[in-house]
């Protein structure tokens, strides 16, 4: 089974508005490759600049989704499932951005870490830091590579504890 974790940040709060993804593929158990991209979001007004750090400066002369769809499809090609730490959010981002950029997507399952580690763990916070840090995993919050990098980890971590993964699989 070919993976891809994935993560977005956004600019504002619509679901058509991301300006950066991350993406870690899983082969074979293992990770296999990234691909971290910066996106220039349809409108200039940065309203989570200071959750993620990103700034229009840096995004204005970024290509859109659109203009970056054809490498993006081209890292995904394989992928039988997404993971996500908060898999809606995500999966909101990606079919918002594709729609608005009239892209069409196929309709793959989306496998959630967080519905995963409040199952799985017995932790206080499901947050993606929490996780991170009760398991001992790296993580850069919120810089998209980083938090899909930490989020195939978790996933990776599930499957060695031979929790049943398709309990974290998004409905």
């Not at 910066?38 to 290509?63: C, E, V």
């Not at 996500?84 to 989306?110: K, M, S, W």
């Not at 993580?139 to 899909?148: I, R, V």
Request: proline residues 4%; neutral net charge.
């Amino acid at each position: 089974m070919i993976y891809t974790a994935i993560d977005f940040e956004t600019a504002d709060n619509g679901k058509d508005s991301a300006c950066a993804v991350g993406l870690v593929k899983i082969v074979d158990s293992c990770i296999a490759d990234s691909f971290y991209r910066l996106i220039r979001p349809p409108r200039s007004w940065i309203k989570y600049a200071y959750f993620h750090g990103i700034t229009w400066d840096m995004l204005k002369n970024q290509p859109t989704f659109a203009e970056q769809w054809q490498d993006i499809a081209e890292f995904l090609r394989g992928t039988q499932a997404f993971i996500a730490h908060n898999a809606q959010f995500d999966r909101g981002v990606l079919y918002g951005t594709a729609e608005a950029c009239h892209i069409q997507i196929p309709e793959i399952p989306f496998y959630c870490t967080l519905k995963g580690s409040r199952k799985f763990l017995n932790l206080e916070k499901n947050s993606l830091d929490s996780v991170c840090k009760a398991l001992n995993i790296e993580l850069q919050h919120h810089q998209a590579l980083s938090d899909a990098t930490a989020c195939a980890k978790i996933f990776l971590h599930f499957a060695e504890q031979k929790f049943p993964i398709t309990s974290c699989l998004l409905k």
